[in-house]
């Protein structure tokens, strides 16, 4: 299997996937650009706890993992929101992870729900509940070339609670990144116009709005 991994790696060379140079599928470089720390940041009355600061290293790592579902970008994402997730002090409740959902269109792309997927990895590492129950309702656009009010009304009564849902506990939204919290707040509201209570929201990464 050895021979056949470096025979490989002569007619597939692996690639950095945040940088793209030879080698590693990360290189060190790239692998201490992302070093998942601890913010909390308040939009509107939803509070977001992140791991890291987005930049292009870290948009990379998210695009890899996003689209081409590459396991090791993947892994970067999980242990991020796991340690913010064991930093976010949510001991004594009953958390339910509450993943936001992927459009049709991008789930049949991409083969997955990326973040449903992401939450199932970090609820079976973590024990807590994953309760996959978001829905959206209609089409959104990419929310990524678009300025804070644009993203609002993009995401506006977007999501609805799936029928027959019934989460129980306290919970906790979890996305890949924040920006303006659109999408995050549009999720809070459709739960808690539902009678739900919404503790937080944890992402992976904290982005700078367009300005
Ligand atoms: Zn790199």
């Known amino acids: 299997m050895r021979i056949f991994g470096e025979l490989s790696q002569l007619i597939f060379p692996v690639r950095c996937f945040g940088c793209n140079r030879l080698g590693l599928s990360i290189c060190s470089q790239c692998r201490s650009d992302w070093q998942p720390q601890y913010f909390l940041s308040h939009f509107a009355n939803l509070r977001v706890h992140s791991a890291v600061l987005y930049s292009p290293t870290a948009s990379k790592i998210i695009l890899a993992a996003k689209e081409n579902g590459l396991k090791e970008a993947d892994k970067l994402i999980i242990e991020a929101i796991q340690g913010v997730l064991a930093q976010a002090n949510f001991a004594n409740r009953t958390i339910e992870l509450i993943p936001i959902p992927s459009s049709p269109s991008a789930r049949r792309r991409r083969g997955r729900s990326f973040m449903v997927d992401i939450t199932a990895q970090i609820a079976q590492r973590s024990g807590f509940r994953l309760t996959d129950v978001l829905e959206l309702t ?38 890949d990144v924040v920006t303006t919290g659109a999408t995050l707040r549009e999720a809070a509201r459709a739960l808690t116009s539902q009678g739900l209570n919404v503790l937080a929201s944890v992402t992976a990464c904290l982005a700078q709005p367009l300005r």
């Open 138 to 175: 209609r089409r959104v656009s990419d929310q990524s070339g678009l300025h804070a009010k644009a993203r609002a009304a993009n995401m506006e009564g977007a999501f609805a609670l799936k029928p027959h849902a019934y989460p129980r506990g306290d919970l906790v939204l979890i996305d």
